[in-house]
């Protein structure tokens, strides 16, 4: 009945209303996935579409490094700002989003796992569920830490509930897990990415960023930086940046964390991306603070759910958030 209420009061207008309340306040927008066809939770090439047009109507897009610059130049966000961002590396971003963001001529953000884009790995959630899609033998328990999966259930059932732990745990203690896991499934785990999962390569990104994408940091690994030991954190900060800069050039660049959430970085985190030549760091949701604490900006979700985005883009989960007085955390 809420929903429907504001999304009601939306359409009467409340949409236009949130954007002129929220006007110095970024949108920051975040997505993963996309498909050139319905088929999960990525977003199909004719709704991003869509939502790019609203933006360009409505909205002055730009890439988050140029957000941090005006920012620091002229102490506040230009009026009405949206930076559109994606996670990982994912190729479906070149083959599906890229297209689009060129044609409309709308600036993103790219955080790419560099490891990945070398193909020295592949990101682990999706091993876990390449695992259990093709595992030979569906029989007995994986023990992590304190807690205990029954590898008898289905795929469906098992698999976010395991990602969602294997979040929570050490660095050592998931690649263990991980390692249990293929050799419980009976099968080995490939190398490289399959299809399904493979990453963009670094000719494709010096394309996109000859196009007014910029490619940001997103660790080498995909880690939780805030649980693993701070030196590791260092390297996989210092390492991604260095990536970068080897293979793109010296450009303005900022940085995401992994996962994103309270427990996945720290005060200590935050002042080593402010010292790795990163301009600005976000984080995987959104509170009151927004963009004001320093290298934790808040990010809001970008979907394939129309009434999510526009209360996204328009500034109707800010000014809830502000309502609400809603603080994930303070830092």
């Known amino acids: 009945?809420?929903?429907?209420?504001?999304?009601?009061?939306?359409?009467?207008?409340?949409?236009?209303?949130?954007?002129?309340?929220?006007?110095?306040?970024?949108?920051?927008?975040?997505?993963h996935r996309f498909s050139a066809?319905?088929?999960?939770?990525?977003?199909?090439?004719?709704?991003?579409?869509?939502?790019?047009?609203?933006?360009?109507?409505?909205f002055q897009p730009m890439t988050l490094a140029n957000l941090?610059?005006?920012?620091?130049?002229?102490?506040?966000?230009?009026?009405?700002?949206?930076?559109?961002?994606?996670?990982?590396?994912?190729?479906?971003?070149?083959e599906v989003a890229y297209p689009l963001l060129k044609r409309y001529q709308v600036p993103a953000t790219f955080f790419v796992t560099t490891g990945f884009v070398n193909q020295d790995l592949w990101l682990w959630p999706d091993q876990v569920l390449w695992l259990l899609r093709n595992r030979q033998c569906a029989e007995g328990s994986l023990q992590v830490g304190d807690k205990t999966f029954d590898l008898t259930q289905p795929v469906k059932q098992l698999w976010w509930p395991l990602v969602l732990h294997l979040l929570n745990v050490a660095n050592a203690i998931r690649?263990?897990?991980i390692a249990e896991l293929a050799q419980r499934s009976a099968v080995d785990l490939p190398s490289k990415a399959p299809e399904e999962f493979a990453a963009v390569n670094w000719e494709q990104l010096r394309e996109m960023q000859q196009h007014g994408i910029e490619i940001g940091g997103h660790t080498r690994s995909h880690p939780s930086l805030?649980?693993?030991?701070?030196?590791?954190a260092q390297q996989e900060i210092e390492t991604s940046f260095n990536d970068l800069c080897q293979h793109l050039g010296e450009q303005p660049r900022t940085?995401?964390?992994?996962?994103?959430?309270p427990a996945d970085y720290s005060e200590d985190i935050k002042k080593i991306v402010s010292q790795s030549g990163f301009l600005a760091a976000v984080t995987a949701y959104s509170d009151r603070f927004n963009t004001d604490l320093p290298w934790a900006w808040r990010r809001f979700v970008g979907c394939e759910e129309q009434f999510q985005f526009y209360k996204s883009l328009f500034g109707v989960e800010h000014l809830g958030n502000r309502i609400r007085n809603t603080r994930r955390c303070d830092y």
Do not use: W
């Open 1 to 31: 009945m809420k929903s429907a209420a504001i999304e009601l009061a939306g359409k009467l207008g409340g949409y236009q209303l949130a954007r002129l309340l929220t006007r110095k306040q970024p949108k920051i927008l975040m997505y």
């Open 68 to 94: 941090a610059l005006a920012i620091q130049k002229n102490g506040t966000a230009p009026t009405n700002a949206v930076v559109i961002t994606v996670d990982d590396g994912y190729r479906d971003f070149y």
């Open 175 to 177: 690649l263990n897990a």
């Open 255 to 261: 940085f995401c964390y992994p996962n994103g959430q």
């Open 226 to 232: 805030g649980h693993m030991p701070v030196l590791e």
């Open 37 to 58: 066809e319905k088929k999960g939770h990525e977003v199909t090439a004719a709704t991003f579409e869509q939502q790019l047009r609203l933006i360009k109507k409505y």
